[in-house]
């Protein structure tokens, strides 16, 4: 199959996401693959670069060695507001080119406006659309008074989409709330390679690297760091000396609107060997990150953004053995239940107590292997294969509408 990608994030910087995880592995089984994005980091990273010209490149395998994805990048403006419209008169132009020359079996898009005029555009040349989520996309939306116009167009994107895959339960509820329909609403959960997070390495080295210690607690987050990521919170704890307790530590791998906070947090007097900051790892070695914590954390603020997702992490986090303390937000509920490895608390205030507490208990080994037996089904290779026969049938069906005539 041709695959054409429509997404509003950067596909080189951000992630790995499911995305890369899918379609990298698509490609590796001989699919084509091409993407349409926009580096959204422009804007958010306060770039002199005003207008970028259009770009076509391979990107880097992200997730899967010897894959092969085409991204191409319309011209831009990146600047607020004009932004958005760029994206809509720009992709509108680049959608309708790479339908005629690409020439795409089926169209995928993860985005909003981007996947607005996809829909269209392949409708009428007869393409299938697959509308992908892994996030409630209005949300994301900076500015907070565009973000009622946001949702009117993502529910106008989920209506208008032949098939609908989302990540999780609570997401798929929420998107037939938002007008999809229950039989073209499908839950496409995220995989685990397990045998990576397994056999890692058992940390030894990072935890050196780091000047950590056997008794030291390592707490461990990775990713982009969002405002309400909640590590926030958790480094003034540490950096105010809450808890009492040395032995606790915070090690962060990632990036993000947060980070250079962070930065500055780590920066104080008793912060300095208590919070340590990594930028962005290959995924090859993330597996030994993981293996020198103990007690991962996704301790994000219960905010509308959060609510009705499940973050790749969450999956990663269990395959490693680990222990997770996570805020108790609806998606993440509906997704793990109770227990499974995963204590829930309240918000980030009550995660350094929370851990100190776990650590007492002894727990932590036991609630480990929960979280490890939970996730075990969630092969990456079953995922893709699934997904693969999602796109296989859609696209097989206008195949069988052109024989009719």
């Known amino acids: 199959m041709k695959i054409l990608v429509l997404q509003e994030s950067d596909w080189i910087e951000r992630g790995p996401h499911q995305s890369h995880h899918l379609l990298e592995r698509l490609s590796r089984k001989g699919h084509e693959v091409r993407v349409v994005d926009f580096e959204i980091g422009k804007r958010t990273h306060g770039s002199e670069t005003v207008i970028t010209l259009r770009t076509q490149l391979v990107a880097p395998p992200k997730v899967v060695a010897g894959s092969q994805i085409e991204v191409i990048r319309p011209t831009a403006v990146h600047l607020p507001i004009l932004d958005y419209a760029s994206v809509l008169v720009m992709h509108g132009l680049e959608v309708r080119k790479q339908l005629s020359v690409f020439r795409p079996d089926v169209v995928v898009g993860l985005g909003l406006l981007n996947a607005f005029v996809g829909i269209r555009a392949a409708k009428r040349r007869e393409i ?120 606790v530590k915070l090690l962060v791998v990632g990036k993000g609107d947060s980070w250079s906070e962070l930065v500055q947090l780590s920066k104080a007097p008793r912060a300095e060997n208590r919070i340590k900051l990594v930028d962005f790892k290959p995924y090859s070695e993330m597996p030994s990150y993981l293996a020198a914590a103990d007690i991962c954390l996704l301790p994000a603020q219960d905010v509308p953004t959060m609510r009705n997702i499940v973050p790749i992490k969450m999956y ?74 999602y796109l296989e049938a859609i696209v097989g069906r206008k195949g069988s509408r052109d024989e009719k005539r």
């Open 128 to 247: 299938p659309f697959v509308y992908y989520l892994i996030d409630e996309l209005h949300q994301l939306v900076r500015e907070p008074a565009l973000r009622s116009l946001a949702r009117l167009i993502e529910g106008a994107n989920i209506r208008r989409a032949p098939l609908v895959l989302v990540i999780n339960r609570s997401l798929r509820q929420h998107t037939i709330e938002m007008g999809g329909q229950p039989d073209r609403t499908r839950v496409l959960p995220a995989g685990v390679e397990l045998d990576r997070f397994v056999h890692a390495e058992d940390g030894t080295a990072v935890r050196k690297r780091f000047g950590f210690g056997e008794r030291d607690l390592v707490l461990f987050f990775m990713g982009w760091v969002y405002p309400f990521s909640g590590l926030r919170e958790i480094a003034h704890g540490l950096a105010g000396g809450e808890g009492r307790e040395d032995h």
């Open 316 to 389: 990663e986090y269990l395959a490693a053995g680990k222990p997770v303390i996570a805020t108790r937000l609806p998606g993440l509920v509906e997704e793990f239940g109770e227990g499974n490895g995963i204590v829930y608390v309240k918000g980030p205030v009550e995660v350094l107590s929370k851990a100190s507490e776990l650590a007492r208990q002894g727990e932590l080994r036991k609630l480990g292997r929960s979280g490890r037996d939970l996730v075990s089904q969630n092969d990456w290779a079953k995922v893709t294969d699934t997904f693969e026969s």
